[in-house]
């Protein structure tokens, strides 16, 4: 048990009575700290702290603070929520148990955290109760407010949560705009903390003295995903996403709303290796998921991205049954265990973009014989992965998704990729109450439900689910295994026909902001490096591999033509050989929007694989090979850029060769400006 | 040999008859590349350009531009030497090469470049002639101008060196002032580098994007020192300290000048793991330098710093043949070879500073019977350190010189720590020319040649040198073993009496600023933390232990009072235990002025040593130890910050544990702010 100079007052059913004997804060006008828990390393501390009845909380890191005094509260329809608070009881506990994640970036995590639940009731009025709970590790903390049940207040209809973050060490900010209509898929900006106006989560801080920062939120179920108003300085406030009846979230109580998320290192790695956000999260709910299969995929898709084929019908319709077969031969023939295929149902035809009421998901067009396709595929050991691109048109979809997911079920199709297109970054849903639809965000809480049905009905037929321009990640991955990965940022169809294409730096912030919210389905792989009319990507050859290692991902795409693979079959190796699912992850280096180098152990054998990846600057990266297993002999596969390689001038310098090393050895890896190395290691 | 497209003119006799066929440059505006080379690796590119007879050089990393277009000449007494040059000549070799230290932080240094000789010549004029020499590894570059023998020049007096450093990445800068009166003794500060004034070397430069570059000099022989002045947004020139005469240099032709060198690295650690410096250096002109024996001592010398004691005679004198016994004794019983008395001699008593010419360094005062003590400690095997304040009157000290040093090798004293305290920052000398005496800094040319001349009288003599408010290092100890350490930078005794003292960051800055240039006597190990009149030194306990393994010098000083251990045994079983010299070094983690985690392996034995030390933040470092020898277990015996150990509210927050480890294992460094860890592993 932590040293926590905390006392319990009385069991739950007393809680109302106890108000008076120990709820009654003093009447200065200094805050008052209520309550407090460190965590199990004493490293970071929590206070809660009232002030003439408004609560707030402070975040020290050892004795130094991170987050100042930041209130805590809600704007309910039915009065604010966030005064004249007492606290009515408290409860601590220690947790350090560990589990087993089906598939992952580690098998094993370990969950070490010290918790303070705080009842605080209002000292007159409706008498109204609400409980604050932090979870605090090492690496982090979480708190999320719980509405119990309780006679004043039935249902909550939240028209503003009011928590706040004072980030206190003056901090420079990676973020993207909230609010916006392309959801999510912007490049990462860098300004001052205190420039930010209003930004998505995560968004990853650095101060000028090192201090990293990531604020989320985990565990985002039945309730509004939270955007960030800078409100002066430092100082941001949760604006949840709102709804479009008005309101940000209503729901009946009891109810939790999800964790507030700060992840704290003192390297930029560290954030990464943190797994504050799953640990937050439900266990599992879906019992034995050994159907979910990690794997990598081909498709038919970059063509289309070309402009050298389409998803409507005619003459160059990519999803033709011989296409697919062609790829089904490519996948069979290199160990791919996968082939998506969009564009193969009626409704692409049109204007689809944000009107997605054309879509048929439970039948393919003329020539896209789907079921000798599975057929073929089943022979060879290939998967076809689904695909449902709403078009945003919510119920649309919905009214079909179990005809649609029994299709594919009953065809072999144990993955789908969804898709949300919209023209203006809203879905639209039928009004419940009569009229015209109702325009709703991705990431409020009408959406938050949607992703959530799709993966329910996904997992009661055994399909895993893979969310485009979908809702942000927050570790639902945990209690939902079977929902693999998604978007959620800008992925590697910019570099088609982007303007800009994706920069360098862009791929290494992914990592360290958008990756700290789960997996991510870049679909790498483009060694062919052109877009769109020849557009030029943004990148060396050896740096499309490494993006295998670099951003994770369970559903790992190869994403070029198969006959640009053939043309580079030296790197092709690499990915034909990459694993997609993990023992270990361990980040051996990286600043943020600068580099990162990443070594995963592979789940399935001894092998080891390494990937790095630089912005526009080349980079000479000693790296310890510390993470082998000591005293055993490796055959390093080395792919490299070349001398002289160069995303701008010079991008296919790229050298493949092997060489002998073991645990105690450094390698020296050398990248050109936009390049990146990768490497498998091998027992002898 | 490297694939370098030079071409070798002529051979050196016919230098001049090539001027015609190789060296006539074309007649257009843009400068034109002449020469180049590229590092063994690939790494960095040099070039050097002519404009119309104009010389300059670029320096590419990676494609990369790091130092734009930057001249190269000189103004001469007697003219400009920088227009209408020609090529004459190049050559070019490659050196792939390794060679022991006798002492240092690693045991073998590989030295591996590619080297450019430019032979440079006037087009007309007085013809003359000037050669610029590169070096270029992969982690950095030398360059220097050679003044060949030649008819036209005979002897160079030099008003300026033009050389420019345009660096191009925008970069924050760590620097101190030149051109100042506290020779070297300021902490650093941390601007953009485009508002630098006019700065010291080492200076340490970081971009945006991480990459770090620190700009000095290599082999400053019989030269001024350079100072480096911005003469525009990110263009640095030379400006050489000057002499009392007016100019900066005078020499007989043929000489070298020292080298100019950027080290140049992707990582802060980098910069301090490079040997550019010493391999710029020649090697050892000594011969047999067992005799030069790397150390611990104590010293009569913290006490004064305390006002507890004077370095004047009196009732309060230090040096008296008691008080060094007492300190003799202390030694002998734990282990350190030697103890340091100030204030032994003649010539303390009225206001020396700055004025030295009644120091006797020949006679110790009449309470100090030197013959007695030298002889009881060498019955202990402790030996005096010796001590020669000089008050700035060189050739006062340089009179006695001899004999001074006589007396020391006669009684086995085997260093002696020189002092150069001026009272505004320049030393006196006799005016050659008559009339009254000169004022120099104390790094221009004379004292330049001082410098050497001492630690060559004591090399005659089997005596190392360890200069305190000496000239800056340039990497002489590779050439004069014999000249250890040196001071050069705000030192611990400002944690006595200085306003403000160090605060913790400064340690850190030194490591990646004045640490670059050499060893540093920083005289760590205050245990008590507490300075004159009870001001609080800002450390934590456990940081001082820290600072024997971060802040590197083969003489290392415990230098707190021995009654000061004795009440801190258990942190000065750290301080007994650290070795001094060592086999090799890494740095581990680390970012200019934030922190630095190093671990070094004992030369003498199989041990290793870890320390950390951070500034005003607290930290949280995860630690590989894969330096450790595979397979072999280590008892780590670790003295960490404690719980909650802040340096301003709780610096003897204290923890000494032992844990089993090995080269797989990671350990976690707490480092509360202002504190530090230190590790011994040992083999069990």
Redesign the interface.
């Known amino acids: 048990m932590p040293s926590l100079f905390l006392s319990r007052c009385l069991p739950g059913a007393l809680l109302a009575l106890c108000a008076a004997a120990c709820g009654i804060a003093p009447a200065h006008a200094d805050p008052v700290t209520v309550a407090s828990v460190e965590s199990p ?3 970071l501390r929590v206070a809660l702290e009232l002030d003439g009845g408004q609560p707030s909380y402070r975040v020290e ?4 603070p991170v987050v100042g005094r930041s209130r805590l509260g809600f704007q309910l329809r039915d009065g604010r929520l966030d005064r004249d608070l007492a606290v009515l009881a408290q409860e601590t506990r220690s947790v350090d148990d560990t589990w087993e994640q089906p598939w992952g970036e580690r098998r094993f995590i370990r969950n070490h955290y010290n918790e303070l639940v705080v009842h605080l009731g209002e000292r007159g009025g409706a008498r109204r109760r609400l409980d604050v709970v932090f979870r605090v590790y ?2 982090g903390l979480g708190f999320r407010y719980r509405f119990p049940e309780q006679p004043g207040l039935r249902e909550a209809i939240i028209d503003d949560e009011l928590t706040e973050f004072d980030i206190v060490p003056e901090s420079t900010a990676w973020w993207i705009p909230a609010g916006e209509p392309i959801h999510y898929e912007y490049l990462y900006r860098r300004t001052p903390l205190d420039e930010v106006p209003l930004a998505h989560t995560p968004i990853t801080l650095r101060s000028h ?3 990293h920062v990531s604020i989320h939120e985990a565990a985002l179920v039945d309730y509004a995903g939270m955007w960030l108003r800078r409100i002066d300085g430092q100082r941001l406030r949760a604006q949840l996403s709102p709804a479009a009846e008005g309101w940000k979230v209503r729901r009946t109580l009891p109810f939790d709303t999800p964790w507030r998320t700060l992840q704290i ?3 930029a790695g ?1 954030l990464v290796e943190s797994s504050l956000i799953l640990n937050l999260n439900e266990p599992n709910k879906l019992g034995d998921v050994s159907w979910v299969k990690p794997a990598k995929y081909l498709g038919v898709w970059w063509s289309m991205h070309l402009n050298q084929e389409t998803w409507a019908t005619g003459p160059k319709h990519a999803a033709t049954t011989r296409n697919t077969q062609r790829y089904i031969d490519f996948a069979a023939a290199h160990g791919f265990r996968g082939v998506l295929v969009e564009g193969w149902n009626p409704g692409w035809d049109g204007d689809w973009v944000g009107n997605g009421n054309g879509f048929d998901f439970t039948r393919p067009t003329p020539d896209f014989d789907i079921e000798a396709l599975s057929a073929y595929g089943a022979r060879k050991g290939v998967h076809l992965l689904g695909h449902h691109e709403t078009g945003c048109a919510i119920d649309h979809y919905e009214d079909q998704l179990g005809a649609a997911l029994d299709l594919y079920a009953r065809l072999g199709v144990d993955a789908v990729k969804t898709g949300y297109v919209c023209d203006d970054g809203q879905v639209e849903r039928r009004n419940p109450a009569g009229g015209p639809p109702l325009r709703e965000w991705h990431d409020g809480q009408f959406m938050a439900g949607h992703h959530l049905k799709v993966v329910e009905e996904a997992a009661a037929r055994h399909i895993a689910v893979n969310a485009h321009e979908p809702i942000k990640d927050t570790g639902l991955r945990r209690s939902y295994p079977n929902w693999m990965s998604r978007e959620g940022a800008r992925g590697m169809e910019y570099n088609a026909w982007g303007q800009p294409p994706n920069p360098p730096e862009h791929e290494v912030n992914l990592v360290f902001t958008r990756l700290l919210a789960g997996p991510m389905d870049y679909t790498p792989g483009i060694v062919s490096l052109v877009g769109r009319n020849g557009q030029k990507i943004p990148s060396t050859l050896a740096r499309q591999l490494a993006l295998y290692v670099t951003l994770y991902s369970p559903l790992q795409m190869a994403a070029d033509l198969p006959e640009h693979y053939e043309q580079h079959r030296d790197a092709f190796r690499f990915i034909e050989d990459v694993a997609v699912d993990w023992d270990d992850t361990r980040v051996l ?1 990286g ?1 943020v ?3 990162v180098t990443i070594a995963r152990k592979d789940r399935h054998s001894r092998d080891w694989f390494l990937g790095s990846i630089t ?8 790296v ?3 993470f082998l297993e ?2 055993v002999r490796y055959r390093a596969e080395i792919y490299r850029d070349g ?2 390689a ?1 995303f701008r ?1 010079n991008p296919f310098a790229f050298v493949r060769e092997t060489r002998e090393v ?3 050895d450094t390698l ?1 890896l ?4 936009g390049g990146g190395e990768a490497v498998r290691f091998t027992p002898l």
């Open positions: 390393g004493k490293v890191r050892l004795g130094e090492d690496d003295d090192g201090l290192s003192d390297h560290g280096d600043e929007g600068d580099y912005d526009e600057h080349g980079r000479v990266l000693p310890s090979l510390s000591p005293g001398d002289g160069d001038t073991g645990s105690g020296e050398k990248l050109g400006p």
